[in-house]
Nanobody, 121 residues
Framework: QVQLVESGGGLVQAGASLRLSCAVSGRTLSMNAMGWFRQAPGKEREFVAT?????FYADFAKGRFTISRDNSKNTVYLQMNSLKPEDTAIYYCAGSRATGVVTVRNQYDYWGQGTRVTVSS
């Protein structure tokens, strides 16, 4: 079993930065890819970024968000810069046993409880 716990969300103004963290515990060796998704009110959960064979980002995240992994701490990060009001959402960390670039929600096996990010204008 794998447990994922996100932290770092909050309320910020447009243009600010936040760094989200995802602490991973349990059978971490079973996971190949780690990713971040987000879900805004009234919308579907959408892909943000993944780290497996390199990093891959959704178009809206390119140039502003950076995913990274610290294997010594079993932690995954999402650095978010130049935040916009449309980035307001609950952000979820996820782990996948699939190989390759994993961007599809149903390819992820483990999920955290989410951390809320609110960006005011």
């Amino acid at each position: 079993q794998v447990q994922l716990v996100e932290s770092g969300g909050g309320l910020v103004q447009a243009g600010a930065s936040l760094r989200l963290s995802c602490a991973v515990s349990g059978r971490t060796l079973s996971m190949n890819a780690m990713g971040w998704f987000r879900q805004a009110p009234g919308k579907e959960r959408e892909f943000v970024a993944t780290s497996s064979w390199g990093e891959f980002y959704a178009d809206f995240a390119k140039g502003r968000f950076t995913i990274s992994r610290d294997n010594s701490k079993n932690t995954v990060y999402l650095q978010m810069n130049s935040l916009k009001p449309e980035d307001t959402a609950i952000y979820y960390c996820a782990g996948s046993r699939a190989t390759g670039v994993v961007t599809v929600r149903n390819q992820y096996d483990y999920w955290g409880q989410g951390t809320r990010v609110t960006v005011s204008s």
